[in-house]
């Protein structure tokens, strides 16, 4: 995926020059040494007219007289007109008389006539008269010296041009520094020919080459205003063969599309081709004659890469006929030699060429290359697209189902979704086969990431066929799936439950969908009792169909179901699993991913860590490319407990743009980006994203994000001093946690009720449910908060020794965040007491916020230190560099519009700033001046105004 903002859709920028130091520095020394010719060749759009300007910028060119012609492509070339375009840029000539013969010049410049001698008498040989001409042009060269004379796209220059070449690089003048640019498809230039006979020696000749792989990731990174993903450059650089020319007309159009900037490589699939890029294309294959053309219509159907008998057998033309009419589109530059074949010289050229073919004949092609593909025994995959292109579908379901079959034997399940989605949309395929491709694309769906398109097809099957038992068990298995992949968790949930109802006499698929039901984290309105009686009817099920991967499966969610309740005995089962040689390399990645979210849901950071490094490993080493969101996902909640937070919000923001079509995924991701926000800041925006979580959770059923949604709002309400409004959300929180029955999920959500009430009865009776539903139980997290809702309850000496018990559990746990809360608590209490203690506390908390930048809660510490008198240490006392606590003019006047009540948005329309910058300026002015809200910064902000 593409990484950070989207850039602004707009012209790409010329940016640094990429992958041309070498020629660059090569021309440099050309031009130094004067009388010197200098020929910058390659293909059109490699860049011959951006090296030049980079060229002009650089000493000695920087420090000479610069005239510049254009060669034109016209059918008529005028003879020397890019020359005369150049001396019409000299203007008045100073310094003495003029060689005579310059005169000769006068009548082909009369814009400059006035400062040139008169024109000597006619000659009666026209001969004679051109060379006088050359003469006059060399002489008028020297005397505008010291010069640097650039002629572009010599390939288009007339014959009276390339002589006047031939006879000035045998005549150069000694302060003439010559630049050419030229393309080199059309083949060998005859000026080439010319320089290489001058007496001053050959021309210099920088030839410049296609970027690579990483020069093509740097140039899209400079046009995009950030790096783009890896898979993102690979499949531009496929598409655009490295032409710096293509690659920006790629990006300009990718940039002008309308909608969101997704950075997924598909994106670039589905661009129109650029008109200028398509125009060149164009030009080049209208160019070839009628029997090349039409050869080169059928290689850009059969591939990128030609086959030369493929091509024979498809068009009935001769080996002679084909070899001749790929030589000639090498010649214009559609085709060039790779590892002895010809193929396109990039994707889109291919694709400019397969539009250009008229549809009728475009099917007539398809269908000769399926045909001839077919007689060879090619792929199922090929056949399949040759045969949907030339619309015979019936040949095309048998071919795309067998690709499937082969797809799914490899693992790789988006594939075959592929396959099945492009058979079930072709026309007239009977019931039978149009239920089993459902059935197979409902297995391949989920994996494959494909329900979006998938779920409408399997859901018309459902409601309108008439199946059997058993198959409509299966499909509403699948359905529920895909339901589940697609964010829907109560209505996949309650589908795979009919299912089960239809597999009673399936006990392979029945053991499956009654593990899926075991799964405690996904939905509401189902008691844990009830998930783990659903695994225990997965293991007889499990033993009733002797199939060893159903076993595995339900013994992979009892693991997992345990794990999320906290129960110790999960950990002996997790390592039977991975201790054994039962689990294929897609099972155990899968399993270690899903067992590490339970881990850190309980809080054992050290059990997530260890097996998401297996989960990734295992994942890498398989490319096993369909739990790539799953693993951006825990890795970032990993490296969020753990207070690896440097660039996390970047990522998590990412992560939320990249995967957002997978609606299991976007609930998370935008959880955990409101978590960074509420301690970084802004609040504001924090509240939102809890907000957006909690309404959709509520509406899909999906309980954990719920729970976790509800109780990180009630803990920002605290922050900002809503105690009824984080009350509010604690409870509704504990009410789910009730119903669910999992109090490992409750402890933070029990302890924000507990700091919004004290020591109500309410408080005090659902602190007692904490402790007994945490009885027995191996949670860290729900300990830590438990021991500091008991603080609040306990008597005045007792708090102190909780307080710190919880610091000792979270530490230990090694969840960073919580460890900075919970030594934060502990210092307040011992200064509130007067201990001394107290103040190496709140500096503990402060430098471990301080370590994750968390920039609230620093704020919310130092005033606290302020109140009680404790040193603040540096840098969070003041001081330089960077302003120290003092506000900078810009973040004054956004800090007094937000304590009035502005909105960011407010204040960024007002003061012309982008809303980021209002933000940063708040959360800096928050920080700076200790307060923990924006309603808190009026007071401060009269004190920071007053002199020192």
Not at 449 to 470: C, M, S
Not at 935 to 944: H, N, Q, S, T, V
Request: glycine share 8%; hydrophobic share 45%.
């Amino acid at each position: 995926m593409i990484s950070g903002a989207p850039a602004t859709r707009a012209d790409p920028p010329a940016g640094a020059l990429i992958g041309r130091a070498a020629e660059l520095a090569l021309a440099q020394a050309a031009i130094t040494a004067t009388p010197s010719v200098l020929l910058i060749e390659g293909e059109a759009g490699i860049g011959k007219s951006r090296l030049v300007r980079e060229l002009l910028a650089l000493p000695p060119a920087a420090e000479r007289r610069v005239l510049v012609g254009q060669c034109e492509q016209l059918q008529e070339p005028l003879p020397l007109s890019a020359l005369l375009d150049a001396f019409r840029q000299a203007g008045p000539l100073t310094g003495g008389a003029l060689n005579p013969v310059i005169g000769a010049l006068a009548p082909l410049l009369p814009e400059v006539a006035a400062y040139l001698p008169p024109p000597p008498p006619p000659l009666s040989d026209p001969g004679a008269d051109r060379h006088r001409v050359f003469r006059a042009a060399v002489a008028l060269l020297d005397r505008v010296g010291p010069l640097l004379l650039v002629l572009e796209d010599v390939h288009w220059a007339d014959p009276v041009t390339l002589d006047f070449l031939a006879f000035l690089a045998a005549h150069l003048p000694p302060e003439l520094a010559l630049i050419i640019t030229a393309r080199t498809e059309t083949g060998r230039l005859p000026i080439r020919e010319a320089l290489a006979r001058a007496p001053s020696g050959a021309a210099r000749v920088v030839g410049l080459r296609p970027l690579d792989r990483v020069e093509v990731a740097q140039l899209a990174g400079g046009i995009l205003a950030t790096p783009p993903a890896p898979a993102f450059a690979e499949r531009l650089y496929e598409k655009t063969g490295g032409i710096p020319f293509v690659v920006e007309e790629v990006l300009r159009t990718y940039l002008e599309e309308p909608g969101e900037l997704s950075g997924r490589p598909e994106a670039l699939d589905d661009l129109a081709v650029p008109t200028v890029l398509r125009d060149v294309v164009l030009q080049r294959l209208f160019s070839l004659g009628n029997d090349a053309r039409e050869i080169l219509d059928a290689a850009a159907v059969t591939g990128l890469v030609t086959d030369d008998a493929l091509l024979a057998e498809v068009t009935g033309r001769d080996s002679a006929g084909i070899a001749n009419a790929l030589a000639r589109a090498q010649e214009v530059g559609l085709l060039q030699e790779d590892n002895r074949h010809s193929r396109f010289r990039h994707a889109l050229a291919r694709q400019v060429v397969y539009e250009s073919v008229p549809a009728a004949r475009r099917r007539w092609l398809h269908l000769r290359t399926g045909r001839a593909l077919e007689a060879r025994h090619a792929s199922p995959a090929r056949l399949a697209h040759h045969y949907l292109q030339a619309g015979h579908h019936a040949e095309m379901v048998v071919h795309a189902e067998a690709a499937a079959e082969t797809a799914l034997a490899h693992g790789n399940d988006a594939t075959a979704a592929r396959f099945l989605l492009t058979a079930l949309g072709a026309d007239g395929v009977a019931q039978e086969l149009r239920v089993r491709l459902a059935v197979k694309l409902g297995r391949a769906a989920v994996d494959g990431l494909a329900h979006a398109e998938a779920l409408p097809i399997v859901d018309r099957l459902l409601a309108t066929e008439r199946l059997p038992v058993a198959v409509r068990g299966e499909l509403r298995f699948a359905h529920g799936r895909l339901l589940r992949q697609s964010g829907d968790a109560r209505a996949g949930h309650l589908e795979i439950e009919r299912a089960v109802e239809d597999l009673a006499d399936e006990p392979a698929l029945l053991g499956r969908a009654l593990a899926v039901l075991a799964a405690p984290e996904t939905v509401t309105g189902r008691h844990v009792h009830e998930h783990l009686a659903r695994c225990d009817e997965a293991a007889v099920a499990a033993r009733r169909s002797g199939d060893r991967g159903v076993d595995v499966a339900v013994r992979i969610t009892r693991a997992g179901l345990l794990m999320e309740l906290g129960r110790p005995d999960g950990w002996p089962l997790v390592d039977e699993l991975l201790g054994g040689d039962g689990l294929s390399a897609r099972e155990r990645a899968r399993a270690c991913l899903n067992w590490a979210q339970g881990a850190l849901h309980a809080g054992r950071l050290d059990h997530a860590e260890a097996l998401l490094a297996e989960g990734r490993r295992v994942a890498d080493h398989a490319e096993y490319l369909r739990v790539a969101v799953v693993l951006d996902l825990v890795t970032a909640a990993v490296d969020h407990a753990a207070g690896r937070w440097d660039g996390l919000l970047d990522r998590v923001r990412l992560i939320g743009g990249t995967h957002a079509a997978f609606g299991a995924a976007a609930l998370d991701s935008r959880l955990l980006r409101g978590s960074l926000l509420a301690a970084i800041g802004p609040a504001e925006e924090a509240a939102e994203c809890f907000g957006e979580v909690i309404a959709v959770a509520e509406r899909v059923g999906a309980v954990w994000p719920l729970i976790s949604a509800r109780t990180a709002m009630a803990r920002l309400l605290l922050t900002l001093d809503d105690a009824g409004g984080a009350a509010e959300h604690a409870r509704a929180a504990i009410t789910q946690v009730r119903a669910k029955g999992n109090w490992v999920w409750g402890g933070e959500a029990v302890l924000c009720l507990a700091e919004a009430l004290g020591r109500a009865a309410e408080v005090a009776a659902v602190v007692d449910e904490l402790a007994a539903g945490l009885d027995q139980t191996d949670a860290p997290r729900a300990r830590g908060a438990l021991l500091a809702a008991q603080a609040i309850l306990a008597p005045d000496g007792e708090t102190g020794r909780l307080l710190d018990e919880a610091r000792v559990v979270t530490a230990g746990a090694g969840l960073s965040y919580e460890e900075a809360q919970a030594a934060e608590r502990l210092g307040l209490l011992r200064c509130g007491h007067g201990d001394p203690r107290g103040g190496a506390d709140l500096e503990a908390a402060l430098r471990r916020y301080g370590a994750l930048h968390a920039t609230r809660d620093i704020a919310r510490v130092c005033r606290a230190m302020r109140l009680h008198n404790v040193p603040i240490p540096y840098p969070w006392r003041g001081g330089r560099p960077a302003l120290g606590q003092t506000l900078s003019a810009q973040e004054h006047r956004v800090a007094a519009l937000a304590a009035a009540g502005r909105t960011n948005q407010e204040i960024a329309t007002e003061l012309f700033l982008s809303r980021r910058t209002v933000e940063s300026h708040v959360s800096s002015a928050l920080r700076k001046l200790g307060c923990s809200s924006r309603k808190d910064l009026a007071g401060p902000l009269l004190d920071d105004s007053k002199p020192a």
